[in-house]
């Protein structure tokens, strides 16, 4: 993209980016198309192997009372339920991955399709089960959903995204980029959560700047 537009740095696994999508709904409602947003996957845990230990899951039941606190976003902790949970984010994320390739609207709903799922009803979203049951929920053919999430294609692709968050220096989620500017330079909006307000509030002052 030349236009001007967002980079929304995310993870499906990641709760600051669930409770992050208001502020994603909000940006659509003021800007529309004239601001796109192109979702980038981030790679929160991507590869993890390791099944967690009850005192990790613990660890991030704080985190998820803290979104909420913030947002008002409902919880369900069962998604982490079964014996011997990993906490891989690179399923899902490929999955994302895969709904982009439609359109960036399919993206940016998908990955919230996925947050709901896993963090207010309680879903693993790292089994291909229930990702390919959320795809058709989204309107994607389950079969071809399915063969394109297991290709090699579709895993590279994910993972060139986490390199480019690295070149990017993003460090954490979520974080919205925006630009570029008529100098063709990128700036940062918000690195971690911030409220609506806030957000549109900044893109509207760097609206402004550039159409100057």
Request: with cysteine; net charge negative; aromatic share 10%.
């Given at each position: 993209m030349t236009m001007p537009h967002l980079i929304y740095f995310s993870d499906p696994m990641c709760s600051w980016c669930y409770g992050f999508f208001p502020v994603i709904d909000e940006i659509r409602r003021t800007f529309g198309q004239t601001l796109p947003v192109r979702v980038v996957m981030g790679g929160l845990r991507p590869g993890t192997e390791k099944p967690m230990t009850e005192e990790a899951k613990l660890e991030i039941?704080?985190?998820?009372?803290?979104?909420?606190?913030?947002?008002?976003?409902?919880?369900?902790?069962?998604?982490?339920?079964?014996?011997?949970?990993?906490?891989?984010?690179?399923?899902?994320?490929?999955?994302?991955?895969?709904?982009?390739?439609?359109?960036?609207?399919?993206?940016?709903?998908?990955?919230?399709?996925?947050?709901?799922?896993?963090?207010?009803?309680?879903?693993?979203?790292?089994?291909?089960?229930?990702?390919?049951?959320?795809?058709?929920?989204?309107?994607?053919?389950?079969?071809?959903?399915?063969?394109?999430?297991?290709?090699?294609?579709?895993?590279?692709?994910?993972?060139?995204?986490?390199?480019?968050?690295?070149?990017?220096?993003?460090?954490?989620?979520?974080?919205?980029?925006?630009?570029?500017?008529?100098?063709?330079v990128y700036g940062v909006v918000t690195r971690g959560y911030a409220p609506p307000d806030q957000v549109v509030s900044i893109l509207k002052a760097w609206m402004d700047r550039i159409a100057a």
């Amino acid at each position: 993209m030349t236009m001007p537009h967002l980079i929304y740095f995310s993870d499906p696994m990641c709760s600051w980016c669930y409770g992050f999508f208001p502020v994603i709904d909000e940006i659509r409602r003021t800007f529309g198309q004239t601001l796109p947003v192109r979702v980038v996957m981030g790679g929160l845990r991507p590869g993890t192997e390791k099944p967690m230990t009850e005192e990790a899951k613990l660890e991030i039941v704080d985190h998820w009372t803290r979104v909420h606190e913030a947002t008002g976003l409902p919880f369900n902790g069962s998604g982490m339920s079964a014996p011997g949970f990993v906490y891989d984010t690179d399923p899902a994320a490929r999955a994302v991955i895969v709904a982009r390739r439609d359109s960036e609207e399919l993206a940016a709903a998908f990955l919230l399709r996925t947050q709901q799922a896993f963090y207010a009803e309680g879903r693993d979203i790292t089994t291909q089960a229930v990702l390919a049951d959320l795809a058709e929920e989204m309107g994607i053919d389950h079969e071809p959903f399915l063969e394109a999430w297991a290709s090699e294609a579709a895993k590279q692709e994910t993972w060139r995204d986490y390199a480019i968050s690295q070149r990017a220096g993003v460090t954490g989620f979520p974080t919205l980029v925006a630009g570029p500017n008529d100098e063709g330079v990128y700036g940062v909006v918000t690195r971690g959560y911030a409220p609506p307000d806030q957000v549109v509030s900044i893109l509207k002052a760097w609206m402004d700047r550039i159409a100057a």
